[in-house]
């Protein structure tokens, strides 16, 4: 069975930087594009950033320039570092893998933006 499990997530302060990453274990195979979600409270969930498996990425407007989406195949693990960060960045953050099929998700990081 596959899990995703995210790590990184926590209390940083406006302006700062934090990377998440999100590692999949289990038996996985035939694993598209990889992407980052968040949703933050009373707001629906959204896209941040994508990465497909040619390593073309895309990106949420509200974080162009300030987030970059990596990845690593052999490890299966996907990575999110976040810059300059904002209030509005607080939310909780989800990884997913797209494949043929349901996709996986994981249970998600919070990530506050506090000073």
């Known amino acids: 069975q596959v899990q995703l499990v995210e790590s990184g997530g926590g209390l940083v302060q406006p302006g700062g930087s934090l990377r998440l990453s999100c590692a999949a274990s289990g038996s996985i195979s035939s694993i598209d594009a990889m992407g980052w979600y968040r949703q933050a409270p009373g707001k629906q969930r959204e896209l941040v950033a994508r990465?497909?498996?040619?390593?073309?990425?895309n990106y949420a407007e509200s974080v162009k320039g300030r987030f970059t989406i990596s990845r690593d195949n052999a490890k299966h693990t996907v990575y999110l570092q976040m810059n300059s960060v904002k209030f509005e960045d607080t939310a909780v953050y989800y990884c997913?893998?797209?494949?043929?099929?349901?996709?996986?998700w994981g249970k998600g990081t919070l990530v506050t933006v506090s000073s």
């Open positions: 990465i497909t498996s040619g390593g073309s990425t």
């Open positions: 997913v893998f797209e494949r043929l099929g349901p996709n996986y």
